[in-house]
């Protein structure tokens, strides 16, 4: 009844509150706490250990100060005779330790050789590179000296994104000046033998997104550099690479298939490939395209002669072989009037800036055909060919092939000429104003508009050259 007695009378105004603020009759440790001090009593000998090591460890906190000063006890191990700190971290989880097996600083350390090594040398007493068929080079000596490193280079000089920069850099200085034996001295610098392989892929590679001249002088190029400084295993294995890049080639070049069939036949006849590749490449390959096109290329008669033209006219071949190319086209598109088929060789001249050489030459062309029918005043003037020849420049100026100032450059080229036309077909004249009035009909030519002070006048005022009006003054 004491004890009740002595406790708070809980009334009305002590309700939600804390009754009993003296903490009278509250036990201090829980039962939990208890039974966590009951199960470590109860831990084996070495956990024992372990705890009076831990306690040890405690940190102890001196009262009496502003601030607690917090000091670990016993770190020294001559304190107790336990703790060992050579495992302390010392920061960054052991980072920027050293460590006895660290390679010294000095630059004429050499690790310890192992003689199992594959690489390992008797005569050198170190590390030397190989080539791809597992022999030496250091029997051949060195290729180079490192300055930096003051040793010898065996082995390529660069590596192979290295070697395919310079490989790029030299075809296109090629392309610019179409010297060969410049680039065989920059690959005989270069001294990347095994590495050759690449070169026939890059070549062509960048061919590729050229017009037919470079495309030609990579065909040339590569027969420079057989057989040295490319073996016949580097061809093959540089055009093995090349069709196994295909799907590659296929998404920036459409025409890939074609362009690298006619790559392949040209290496034939130029005896930079033996015939026996392309029957081991179709036995490898069965139903390769690409394969199957050069096969049909070097089945046609007379390929010879056909595959050393396989790239167009427009390969930089001399200016009378060009002519004649145009003559074969116009003669062509005359019987056949085809005009889809005569742009398309057009394009392929690639010879934009001489399309007034074919504007001059169609239009002579069709002269001489309608010149007889012309010259007989009793009969009705036969004009087919020179419709059919002004209809051809028309479509080709609306398609952009050939600009309207090429086509009248090559009409004024004809005014020139007239009297010498005359000798071979009197109704020169005649047919040549009948032409230029089907082109301007057609668009090809812009009809000069009357000048103010009489005549006729370009857009600058100024009269025009033997009666045509120059396209791009008249725009």
Not at 186 to 214: F, N, W
Not at 256 to 281: H, I, K, N, W, Y
Not at 419 to 427: G, R, T, W
Request: proline share 5%.
């Amino acid at each position: 009844m004491a004890d009740f007695a002595s406790r708070p009378e809980v009334t009305v105004e002590t309700m939600g509150k804390v009754h009993n603020p003296s903490g009278q009759g509250v036990k201090a440790v829980s039962s939990q706490v208890k039974s966590k001090k009951l199960k470590q009593l109860n831990t084996d000998s070495n956990s024992e250990e372990k705890n009076a090591s831990d306690a040890g460890h405690e940190t102890k906190v001196k009262e009496g100060t502003a601030k607690r000063n917090i000091t670990r006890k016993k770190t020294d191990s001559s304190a107790s005779g336990n703790y060992d700190s050579r495992n302390k971290k010392q920061g960054g989880h052991g980072k920027g330790e050293w460590k006895e097996h660290l390679e010294p600083m000095d630059p004429d350390y050499r690790p310890a050789i192992d003689e199992k090594d594959p690489l390992y040398n008797e005569e050198e007493q170190g590390y030397i590179l190989t080539t791809e068929n597992g022999v030496s080079t250091a029997k051949k000596g060195p290729r180079g000296y490192d300055p930096i490193e003051s040793k010898a280079i065996y082995g390529p000089m660069l590596t192979l994104s290295e070697f395919k920069i310079q490989v790029a850099n030299c075809v296109k200085e090629y392309f610019d000046s179409g010297d060969s034996d410049e680039v065989i001295r920059t690959l005989l610098e270069l001294s990347c033998q095994e590495y050759h392989r690449e070169i026939v892929k890059k070549a062509i590679s960048l061919a590729m997104d050229k017009g037919p001249r470079e495309r030609e002088l990579t065909s040339r190029l590569l027969t420079s550099l057989h057989p040295t400084p490319m073996s016949d295993g580097d061809m093959a294995l540089g055009f093995e690479i090349l069709l196994d890049s295909l799907d590659d080639l296929r998404t920036d070049v459409p025409d890939a298939d074609t362009m690298v069939a006619s790559f392949l036949a040209r290496a034939v006849v130029d005896e930079v490939l033996p015939p026996a590749f392309l029957s081991d490449q179709n036995n490898s390959r069965p139903g390769d395209p690409v394969i199957e096109k050069a096969v049909t290329l070097l089945s046609r008669e007379h390929c010879n002669a056909r595959l050393e033209k396989v790239w167009g006219p427009g390969d930089g071949r001399p200016v009378a072989e060009l002519k004649q190319e145009m003559d074969q086209l116009l003669q062509e598109y005359l019987m056949s009037r085809e005009l889809d088929e005569a742009a398309r060789c057009v394009k392929e001249l690639g010879a934009t800036h001489f399309h007034h050489e074919l504007v001059k030459r169609g239009v002579k062309i069709a002269m001489e055909l309608d010149g007889n029918a012309a010259q007989n005043a009793a009969a009705p003037h036969d004009l087919s060919n020179m419709d059919a020849m002004a209809a051809l420049f028309a479509f080709l100026v609306r398609n952009a092939i050939v600009s309207e100032y090429q086509v009248t450059k090559g009409v004024a080229r004809l005014h020139s000429l007239l009297d010498d036309l005359s000798l071979d077909v009197p109704a020169a004249p005649k047919l040549l104003k009948e032409f230029e009035v089907m082109a301007e009909e057609g668009g090809c030519l812009v009809k000069p508009r009357p000048n103010p002070n009489g005549g006729v006048a370009t857009a600058n005022g100024e009269a025009p050259k033997n009666g045509v009006v120059v396209a791009a003054e008249a725009s």
